[in-house]
């Protein structure tokens, strides 16, 4: 058992949430029992998600998408209501981070993306930005836009949207996990050959042509399972705590 504040200090020193503006609160939103025994990680805080939790005799949830963000309304109504509610009469404490775990250079949802996909030579894609959402590397051994897709649908248990000549090779590729899929264009100037991303409109698959890259939406859901995932085995190991992800499946 630790106590919550041993918890958000090791996830602050891990993850220093302050070195980037985000548009939702990280570290705890909603507060809980002040002693924790077990920790369930998810992506996001859906009521399943909470329901999981509590079935689990969870402590406290660790998250990639908690609430609260810039713009969402501010009142607690509703399925908000009833989410908060379930957390509050169970005593978990909702503890989430966005940005910070996006882009944390080893545990990271572009950086697992990165160990999954073989991807070396990583930098940020957004130039002379230290904190840049957006990542590049490359294929130590061109890929085909096929073997790409076989690769990905394989570590993601997920087939991608593809765009793209099957046999078009690519050798440095930039991504972005989850919503990022603007930073293609930011990708295309810089003459890269391929991106991913989770989500995928209708003006991407344009850009994409036009800049002569491939493009695959790999699922916003599975683009960011890896990261909470590999944060919870990273505190569980250095804290010793109890610590189940629990994957609560989104086909988008
Ligand atoms: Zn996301």
């Known amino acids: 058992m630790i106590s919550r504040e041993t918890l958000l200090t090791s996830l602050e020193q891990i993850l220093e949430p302050n070195k980037i503006k985000?548009?939702?609160?990280?570290?705890?939103?909603?507060?809980?029992?002040?002693q924790i025994?077990?920790?369930?990680?998810?992506?996001t805080a859906s009521q399943a998600l909470i329901d999981a939790a509590i079935a689990?005799?969870?402590?406290?949830l660790l998250v990639h998408h908690g609430y609260f963000w810039k713009g969402e309304n501010q009142t607690i109504t509703s399925?908000?209501?009833?989410?908060?509610?379930?957390?509050?009469?169970?005593?978990i404490n909702l503890i989430a981070y966005h940005l910070p775990l996006d882009i944390h250079p080893t545990l990271g949802n572009n950086a697992q993306l990165a160990k999954r996909f073989g991807i070396s030579n990583i930098q940020g894609l957004e130039i002379g930005n230290?904190?840049?959402?957006?990542v590049k590397g490359e294929f130590e051994t061109p890929q085909t836009v096929a073997q790409l897709t076989a690769s990905i649908t394989q570590s993601l248990d997920r087939a991608p949207l593809v765009e793209g000549n099957a046999n078009k090779a690519i050798r440095t590729v930039a991504w972005c996990s989850g919503g990022g899929q603007s930073f293609i264009e930011?990708?295309?100037?810089?003459?890269?050959d391929a991106f991913i991303s989770g989500e995928v409109s209708e003006q991407t698959?344009?850009?994409?042509?036009?800049?002569?890259?491939?493009?695959?939406?790999?699922?916003h859901h599975a683009t960011e399972?890896?990261?909470?995932?590999?944060?919870g085995e990273f505190v569980a190991k250095e804290l010793g705590v109890d610590v189940e992800f629990i994957d609560i499946d989104n086909p988008a």
């Open 79 to 91: 399925l908000k209501h009833k989410r908060i509610k379930s957390l509050l009469m169970a005593d």
């Open 186 to 192: 930011m990708a295309g100037e810089q003459g890269i």
């Open 37 to 43: 025994k077990k920790i369930v990680t998810g992506v």
């Open 130 to 134: 230290p904190v840049s959402v957006a």
């Open 205 to 219: 698959i344009h850009l994409a042509r036009e800049y002569n890259m491939a493009f695959f939406a790999a699922g």
């Open 225 to 231: 399972r890896y990261g909470v995932k590999a944060l």
């Open 56 to 60: 689990a005799n969870a402590d406290a």
């Open 22 to 34: 985000d548009y939702c609160p990280n570290g705890l939103q909603v507060e809980g029992n002040g």
